[in-house]
Each structure stands twice: as structure tokens, then as C-alpha cells.
């Protein structure tokens, strides 16, 4: 029976990467559909060399930095126990090439490639596992100082802060250092619009991020005997919710629609597994119109050039999934309790700040070093010509 359960448990983690592995896909298409068609090309390549850099860099050094677990051992002791091991690197690596996922579509159409992949390095082997150690592998004593003072460990059960979060808030000083697209904003102070290149893309990225999310969280189980299908309904509902109040507040653009179920589904990953579905339904209402209202913000007020909008989205969805999960989750508004508020504040503060300060060093000094923006001639051109000199839809084919 125990031989029985290990292979259980290596499948269902198996299968929870492998869904997970189908949400760059997702990534891809989402942010080919919101670029420009002469980057189109560009954001396809980034995604899927991106998650192959991650692959390779999180395997020799970042997963050793979160949870202490070398791979460099003989292939008889990896395989020990079904290689459960194994596949549970599989698992959490897919969340660690989220990251640079994320960070892709804020700082699209203008990046230059080979800058970007050393910072994916960089992030994935040190940034990101240095907090998920600290939030999922007891680091640094931190969550046992938090729950003397507290009460309870900050809890974050798929990834609001741990992933969202961080990948938002290190974009948001790559975005910032890079500048705005050429033409995007006007010395007068007037905006040129960008519209997204295909809305059926957009949606197929959205969609197909929606489905695998339901892997990312019900999988954070990660043995069979811990599933959850308070977790999947929670899921659910925040998805609803983020999706109807989009549709509302962003006034039927396809654009926010498709954004919406993200938006709730970034912010009940924390708590999912703690929630009502009531609960879970509020906070994705709230994280849809958390998305549209600061996307505008940012990009019509603050001229921020987020392209895709990943630092509302993610950096500030996740933020406010982490202080739902301290809400929501209490006992006192139905949940299943053993979180505080005060915990889940100091979690996502620390989160957001090594966040924030790891991505102005990564992005800072490739900025000072390498630079970090296309030429003015190549980001005219396009991505898909300057760097991979070919474009998503031939100008003519062949008359032969």
C-alpha cells in the first residue's frame, strides 16, 4: 500500500505539472495577442526559451536554495520513491518560470533579448527561491518568529505573494527602467493607442491559463491524500467573480473580460484552500475591478508602459490575494481559520520588498552593463525582424 501511494502521489504531482507546463502557453498567447504584430513572433520565442533558461538554472542552483535538495546524485537515488523528487521539482519549477512569464509581457515590444534571459537566470536561480524558501520551507526562522508574534505562519498555499506577487512587483522596476514604447506617449502629454493585435489570441492565451490554473492550485496539494475540492470550487467562484466585474467595470472591452478570471484567480491562490466559496467569489469580484481600474490608472495617469498590464495584475492581485487570505480565511466570515491578518500584511510586505529591491538590482545593473532596450531603428522594425528576422505573417508568399 505504500508502494501503491508513492506512485499516487508522483502521478498526481505529474499531472498538476503538467497542466501547469500547458499555462506558458497560455502566457504566450495572451501576450501575442496584446503586442503588436511585428513582436508577435518575439513573444512566442521569449515564453518557451525563457521556461528552457528557467529549467536549467532553477535545476543546478535555484531549487538547492529553496529547499536544500541537490540533484547531483546518482540516477537509482533520484528514482527512490517513484521519483517523487523529481517530479515535484517538475512541479514547483513551473511555478518559478512563471516569474520571468510575467515579467515578459510588462516589458514586451521593446526589451532586447539576450539581457532578458541572463535576468530569467538571475531570478530563478536566487531571487524568486530566496522568498520561497523563506514562505515554503521555513527559512531564515521567519515564519516561526511570525507565529510567536502572531499566532499563526504567514500562509500562502499557491502562490499569491510566493509567485503573483513576486513576479508583479519585479516587473514593475524593469518596466519603469526600460520607458515607455517609442510613441506610446507624446511630449504634449496625449497617448497613442496600442490595441491589442488579435483579440482570439488573447482569449485562447486567457483560456488556456484559466484551465491549467485549476493544476496550480488543487495540485499544491502535492500528495493525493491532501486534495481539496474546496480548493477547485474556491478557484472557480474567484474565477467568476473576477471575470463578471471586469465585464462591468471595464465596460465590455474584450480586453479586461479576458483579464478578469486571471485577475481572480491571481488573488485566491493564498487562501484557496481556507475559504468559503462566497468568500472566494468576493475576492475575485474585487481583484477584476482591482485589475481594470488600475491598469487605466497606470497606464493613462501614471504613464507606466506596463504592456500587458502584469503589474496590476499580478503584482497588485496577488498582493491583495495574500491580505484576503487573513480575511476571508478567519473563521469569523466562514472560513476555516488558522491565519491572521497581521501575519499575511508582514508575509506579502516581505514578499513585495525583496521583490522589488531583486528586480531594480537585476534590471539596474543589466541596464548600467549591457543595456537593457532595443535600438530606436529595431524597436520601428519590430522585435520579430530585429532579433529573430522573420516575421508572424509573410508580406507575400511564393508565386511558384
Known sequence: ??????????????????????????????????????????????????????????????????????????????????????????????????????????????????????????????????????????????????????????????????????????????????????????????????PPSSIPFLALGAWILAVGWFGFNVMSAQTIDKISGLVAMNSLMAMAGGTIAAWIVGRNDPGFVYNGPLAGLVAVCAGSDLMHPVGALFVGLVAGTLFVYMFTLVQNRWKIDDVLGVWPLHGLCGLWGGLAAGIFGTKALGGIGGVTFTAQLIGSALGVGIALIGGFIVYGTLKVVLGIRMSQEEEYEGADLSIHRISSTPDREPNW
Do not use: C
Open 1 to 194: 500500500m505504500e508502494a501503491l501511494k508513492q506512485g499516487v502521489d508522483a502521478l498526481f504531482i505529474l499531472l498538476g505539472a503538467i497542466m501547469v507546463l500547458a499555462m506558458h502557453a497560455g502566457f504566450a498567447f495572451l501576450e501575442l495577442g496584446t503586442v503588436r504584430r511585428k513582436n508577435q513572433v518575439n513573444a512566442l520565442v521569449k515564453i518557451l526559451v525563457d521556461f528552457s533558461v528557467s529549467t536549467v538554472v532553477y535545476f543546478a542552483v535555484g531549487y538547492a536554495v529553496a529547499y536544500g535538495t541537490t540533484f547531483f546524485v546518482g540516477a537509482e537515488q533520484l528514482a527512490a520513491k517513484n521519483g517523487y523528487e523529481l517530479v515535484k521539482f517538475f512541479f514547483l519549477l513551473t511555478f518559478a518560470a512563471a516569474i520571468p512569464a510575467i515579467v515578459s509581457g510588462g516589458i514586451a515590444e521593446r526589451a532586447k533579448f539576450w539581457p532578458q534571459l541572463i535576468a530569467t537566470a538571475v531570478i530563478v536561480g536566487f531571487v524568486y527561491p530566496f522568498f520561497e524558501g523563506i514562505a515554503w520551507n521555513q527559512h531564515f526562522g521567519f515564519q516561526a518568529w511570525l507565529k510567536s508574534v502572531t499566532g499563526e505562519e504567514f500562509h500562502d498555499f499557491a502562490g499569491s505573494i510566493v509567485v503573483h506577487a513576486v513576479g508583479g512587483w519585479i516587473a514593475l522596476p524593469a518596466v519603469i527602467l526600460l520607458g515607455a514604447r517609442r510613441g506610446r506617449y507624446t511630449k504634449e502629454g496625449q497617448i497613442s493607442a496600442h
